[in-house]
């Protein structure tokens, strides 16, 4: 069974910095080099939206709104994905679900809420 536990959210100023993580456990050694990992976000009222994602190469794409501050990263022996948030802004708020794409099947977390205050 495929399980991804977040970690890292919270409450912070305009301004400051937070670094999300997720592993992933469940996932056949085979399947991982295909296996694209990210970072979504959804706020009150907003369609869950693409923010980062990585894959196995450690390929990257961003959301137009995040790029120069957001950095994703990988640790493929461990699993895991990362997102560091930096100059963070009150419309950063959201609650932020890790994704792991593996061909056509999409695996999600829980969701870990991240709150920036002005």
């Known amino acids: 069974q495929v399980q991804l536990v977040e970690s890292g959210g919270g409450l912070v100023q305009a301004g400051g910095s937070l670094r999300l993580s997720c592993a992933a456990s469940g996932i056949r050694n085979r399947l991982i080099n295909i296996m694209v990992m990210g970072w979504y976000r959804q706020a009150p009222g907003k369609q869950r939206e693409l923010v980062a994602e990585?894959?196995?190469?450690?390929?990257?794409n961003y959301a137009d709104s995040v790029k120069g501050r957001f950095t994703i990263s990988r640790d493929n022996a461990k699993m895991t994905v990362y997102l560091q948030m930096n100059s963070l802004k009150p419309e950063d708020t959201a609650v932020y679900y890790c994704?792991?794409?593996?061909?056509?099947?999409?695996?999600w977390g829980q969701g870990t809420q991240v709150t920036v205050s002005s």
């Open positions: 994704n792991a794409h593996i061909i056509r099947y999409d695996f």
């Open positions: 990585i894959d196995y190469g450690g390929k990257t």
